[in-house]
């Protein structure tokens, strides 16, 4: 049956919309999936030498296993808002005569295969070479390295636990942070001393192999408690359960001034507010609002006016980033139904495009009191908030056509990557780095006016280009309708 399994899996990635995408997007990812195991690479070749460079009067075995509970909870955090329970496509096979216990231990087995499970063997692995070759007993170093690949899984398994126990909640990721915070705060006031008990633990098991017992049968443990939440879960009509809620209706005849696009802006405004996945593009505002005071009250950032735009583009285009990255995948649920209706679909990408000029308008009002730390942050999200409007948002919106993923808008809301796939992150680079890259080379050559002046020239000329851009745009969304129907029907 297993293997029944592996050949679907096969065939539904192969003929998913994933390939539909150009090849450049797929071999840029490519590319990052090396960049890191080449990164991970030298850090396990390169690691001893750097321990016995640093600390030349301790064991660097010691040393290295001391630094390894940063690692465990850096590790849980990435997972937890990267890394997703590979759940297939499993309601066909629900009505055919399958265990629901195989195919629970086929979706924890293909969790295995994770690309966080592999990565960290590229620094494991060659670190623990370099430890024999140096002279370190191979027995207890083969242990260590076992106990480290188990230390894996366990954070595999681990972090499903934790996404189950918090899925329930808008801010889901808040206990999380809260006991990595508290964790960390009691090694670094030395309250507890975690790196020396985590370290001390590992070089115990590393010594007395029969310890490895210890963390297998916590992982055994793990899958355990994972199986029982699936197998709970895995029921046909689990998702038929009614949820019986309180509609709340807002007024949103102020929308009528904006004409004919405003039946599509009170669609999303209905859309964003009733749904949790997008009701966090709201909540997240005020992390993005609240931004700057990671920054602006230390006194070595005041120097760095570089940096301060790409602040500004953050501060003021959390909203823009958010929502805009996934339009229309938004609307994925009923975009064929959309697409069948006699709709411009010029309009229906305006709403999009007011509704992000409106948020960076109003985060922009929202964030004046930065003036308390000097008048340059409040000139530098200013013409941030010029270049998000003219610049931002028609990148946002020619990235869009590209989105190939559908979103389940039930899921839970807070840091959810379903549905994101590799526009988001390539999409990245034009809309953060590149205004800061241009305003700290103008601000380099000619002086810091000279770079604001540069920012909203830039977003000036968007705002009059306005409806050519627009229409470039529209016949690109129009070329990428059907494929876009296409993919948008798979559940990816």
Known sequence: MIKQFINLEWKQYFRSSYWQKSMALNILMVFFALYFIVIFLGLGFGLLPILKKMYPNQDPFVVANGFLFFWIIMDLLLRFFFQKLPVMSVKPLLTLPIKRSTVVHYVLGKSALSFFNFLPLFAIIPFSVMLIGDGFSTSMVLIWMLTMIILVFINNFLNFIIEALSAKTELSFLPLIVVVGVLYGLNYFEIVSMTSLIGGALIGIANSPVLILIPLVILALLYVYNFKILREKLFLDSSLKSKVTEVKAADLSWTKRFGNIAPFMQLDLKLIWRNKRTKSSVFIMVIGLLYGLFFYPQP??????????????????????????????????????????????????????????????????????????????????????????????????????????????????????????????IIGLPLMILPMLIFALINWLVGFEAGIATLIVLGVLGIVLHKKLMKTITKRYLDSKYKMISAFSQDN
């Open 300 to 425: 070595m950032y005041k120097e760095m006016v570089w940096l301060f735009p790409f602040i500004g583009i953050f501060v003021t285009g959390i909203f823009l980033i958010n929502f805009g990255q996934f339009i229309p995948a938004w609307d994925s649920g009923y975009y064929k139904l959309l697409m069948s209706q006699n709709i411009k679909y010029e309009q229906y990408l305006r709403s999009k495009f007011v509704l992000m000029v409106l948020s960076v308008g109003i985060m922009f009002l929202l964030s004046i009191p930065y003036v308390y730390f000097g008048w340059k942050i409040l000139i530098a999200h200013f013409a941030a908030a010029i270049y998000n409007i003219g610049v931002n948002s028609h990148v946002m919106l020619f990235g869009g056509s590209f989105n190939r993923k559908k979103i389940d808008l039930n899921q839970r809301a807070a840091f959810n990557y379903q549905g994101t796939g590799a526009v988001q992150w």
